[in-house]
């Protein structure tokens, strides 16, 4: 339920709800958990980010200890620390959450920390020399990527679709017996494209139906990519062989006057010297 005027919105949060379960009243908190991201009350996420911020610093505390037991040797594990820990906390809740500028600015002040740890420079040090030091990228950067990367899973590319027409456009000359008769059938393809982070992978399906739309196709690809560019290899030779072969055959068959072959539509056009 969504109200736009400031006036029901104040009288929405100033009206008592109480909720019960098996006669027992529930007590009414501020805040709420769902799939691990706490949302407020008031739609605001200035509780979360103290409490991000508050958990970094925690975990940060350790990370320097081991960043700086051997003079900075160990820069490498605490990357892995801040990469695993530190900011799949961040990115992930940073996703949903309404945040104000002031709120990014405190997330990236905690990145910066986190930067700052890795690399054991001092607090005056410029922030783009532990950026490159510590070879992180910035909380909005990666959370850009992110929702960039989730909008493309469902877009087509035009990689995918001339790949598609390609496919299409081949001939199938693999006809069965019982369909001989029959007119001639094409294979129906149908691209999707499936990315993640630093992957684009381009699925082609062979055997969809033309009213089957992108999205009602399976996350998985049903095989390797490169499996199916083989296979087209593998038939263009295939279609190459027979077309020299029945070129060959043609240019040196001899010529026939039997009636009957004449008779039955084969036309034998003699040599010339």
């Known amino acids: 339920m969504s109200i736009t005027n400031r006036r029901g919105r104040h009288r929405l949060l100033q009206t008592p709800v109480c909720l019960g379960l098996n006669e027992h ?12 991201v706490e949302l ?21 505390h350790l990370i320097r200890r081991i960043s700086q037991k051997t003079g900075g040797g160990c820069s490498r594990m605490a990357r892995i620390l801040v990469r695993s820990i530190i900011e799949p906390r961040l990115i992930y809740q940073a996703q949903i959450q309404r945040l104000t500028l002031r709120d990014w600015d405190l997330l990236e002040t905690a990145d910066r920390d986190s930067m700052r740890a890795i690399t054991c420079l001092p607090l005056i040090t410029p922030i783009a020399t532990p950026q490159a030091e510590a070879q992180l990228n910035t909380i909005d950067k990666i959370v850009h990527q992110r929702r960039v990367t989730g909008y493309l899973k469902s877009q087509p590319v035009l990689a995918a679709a001339a790949l598609v027409h390609y496919y299409n456009s081949s001939a199938n000359w693999e006809r069965g017996g019982k369909h001989r008769h029959k007119a001639e059938r094409r294979h129906t393809a149908r691209a999707l494209v499936l990315c993640a982070s630093s992957l684009l992978c381009v699925c082609v399906y062979p055997h969809a139906p033309s009213s089957l739309n992108h999205r009602d196709l399976p996350t998985s690809p049903p ?12 038939r263009c030779h295939s279609l190459t062989h027979l077309w020299q072969k029945f070129h060959h055959g043609s240019r040196h068959r001899p010529a026939t006057t039997d009636p009957q072959v004449a008779q039955e539509g084969v036309v034998s056009i003699p040599p010339t010297n």
């Not at 009243?25 to 691990?36: A, E, N, S, Y």
């Not at 407020?40 to 940060?60: E, F, I, M, Y």
Request: aromatic letters at 4%; charged letters at 15%; a positive charge.
């Open 25 to 36: 009243t529930l007590t009414p908190v501020p805040t709420i958990r769902v799939l691990g």
């Open 223 to 234: 095989f390797h990519p490169i499996a199916m560019l083989t296979t087209i290899i593998q």
């Open 40 to 60: 407020d009350v008031s739609g605001s996420a200035n509780a979360w980010v103290r409490s991000a911020r508050r958990k970094s610093a925690n975990t940060l």
